[in-house]
């Protein structure tokens, strides 16, 4: 059974529920207080029949027609008058037990109920004796009264219960169709299409918030697919390149003997490109946080370490060369702040991918690098001056091969950013993005553990 079925039947049984409650008190005080008036009035018939038979010789003649008058008007035929010694004196046929009647001489005045009457019962002491007068009303005159109540409670209780059931499914059908049309929307999806809910109303409310969510996953789900489908594409380029050299080289090699200093030029190409095959897996390790719990720190010189990638990349970008500017502002009892523990793996390829989009996307301007210390950290600022990034997209450049708009006409498959990112925030390093379109980009890192 459906949600929304399901919530209708509970909500109107519970609507029955609560109505068979009210109904049933609404029924018992209406029941209550007619036998409350039925006594009442039994009360005063019993009072005007004791006046009408017992206080004639007490009264003048002009009271007692008033008194005859009002006996006459009484329309309850059932009474009854016991003697001191319970004898029926005046009334119908006795049907009282003597216990009864007893009990009515000791407690003064008396209501009981028999199998077809109600029944008030009262001690009268007079000069001609003690009598015990008894009225009495039928029950099925009283419910004569009180069965209309029975059916109209009964009417109400079932032309109440369908409207709340119609109401109850029209509003959760209402209440519920968000819900159908996310479902809708999400069985039309498939992989690699544009995976987003589009919300029927913008009322905030919990649907909203989980249509939100859902829009929050299905984002994750749909980048997930998107690294999938660029993955090979990125690991196909990067292997393609030393295993081509090699391949390359290994054919030309064996087109005729070589010399020993050829095999020795030809093992360090070999092994430099075998290095370089390496640097690429250890890149996939980082991105699929295959080393996430490790703890391979070690200790290394920074600005070592800058200098170090600044030379491979002007060797992986020649043209680009002499764009890049270091400097280095330590002073010399600070020197030690250089010396810092970290995974040397990682750090490399984040400082690498760094600087090589810095010089990338400058396009021959000028890239500076500075290096300082401010209160015991080291702080290290890469500012280029090229295409820069849309504000907007800032947040988005953590994103695995996610590109900026403007980055189209530069190479790339948008992975080493992310990567970098990924590791600074994975060894505690701070870093601010500042950037303008056509002005440049400035990166900041801060190194807390130093």
């Known amino acids: 059974m459906k949600i929304q079925n399901r919530l209708s039947l509970i909500s109107s049984a519970l609507w029955g529920i609560v109505f068979i409650v009210v109904a049933l008190l609404i029924f018992g005080l209406y029941k209550t207080n007619i036998e409350n008036s039925v006594y009442r009035n039994l009360q005063k018939t019993s009072q005007i029949i004791g006046y009408y038979f017992f206080e004639k010789d007490e009264v003048s003649p002009k009271e007692f027609i008033k008194i005859k008058k009002q006996y006459e008007k009484i329309n309850n035929p059932y009474y009854e008058i016991y003697d001191e010694n319970n004898y029926l004196k005046y009334g119908n046929t006795p049907d009282i037990p003597i216990e009864t009647i007893e009990e009515i001489r000791t407690k003064k005045k008396l209501t009981f109920t028999t199998q077809e009457f109600l029944c008030y019962g009262v001690y009268y002491k007079d000069n001609q004796g003690n009598f015990v007068i008894i009225t009495k009303e039928k029950k099925e005159d009283i419910y004569y009264y009180i069965n209309p109540l029975i059916w109209i409670l009964l009417s109400a209780f079932i032309l109440g219960l369908l409207a709340t059931i ?73 292997f393609k390149t030393p295993l081509a050299a090699i391949q390359g080289n290994l054919e030309v090699f064996s087109l005729k003997d070589r010399s020993p200093e050829e095999y020795r030029a030809l093992s360090r190409t070999l092994i430099d490109e075998i290095y370089q095959l390496q640097e690429i ?19 290394i010189r920074i600005d070592e370490m800058i200098l170090d990638i600044i030379k491979r990349v002007s060797d992986k970008h020649f043209d680009y060369k002499e764009c890049i500017n270091f400097t280095i502002n330590i002073s010399p009892e600070n020197i030690g702040l250089l010396q810092i523990n970290i995974d040397k793996t990682q750090i490399f390829i984040a400082l690498f991918n760094l600087i090589e989009n ?27 001056k090229g295409i820069g990034i849309p504000e907007k997209q ?40 500042e950037s303008s379109i056509n002005k440049g980009t400035v990166i900041t890192l801060i190194f807390m553990n130093s």
């Open 394 to 433: 800032i947040k988005e450049i953590s994103r695995p091969f996610y590109r900026a708009d403007n980055a189209e006409k530069v190479s790339g498959t948008g992975i080493g950013l992310s990567i970098a990112l990924r590791i600074l925030e994975k060894n505690f390093i701070k870093y601010t993005i």
């Open 166 to 238: 119609f109401l109850n499914k029209w509003i959760a059908n209402m209440a519920y169709r968000p819900i159908r049309e996310a479902i809708r929307q999400v069985k039309k999806m498939s992989p690699g299409d544009s995976m987003h809910l589009n919300a029927t109303y913008t009322v905030k409310d919990e649907i909203y918030d989980l249509t939100e969510t859902f829009n929050e996953l299905l984002k994750k789900i749909s980048d997930t697919f998107k690294i999938q489908q660029n993955f090979v594409s990125y690991v196909s380029h990067e």
């Open 281 to 299: 897996l250890n890149i996939l390790l980082v991105v699929s946080d295959l080393r996430k719990n490790t703890d391979i720190s070690e200790q």
């Open 358 to 384: 810095a010089v990338k996307f400058s396009q021959g301007k000028t890239v500076q690098i500075h290096l300082y210390e401010i209160k015991g950290k080291i702080h290290v600022v890469i500012q280029d």
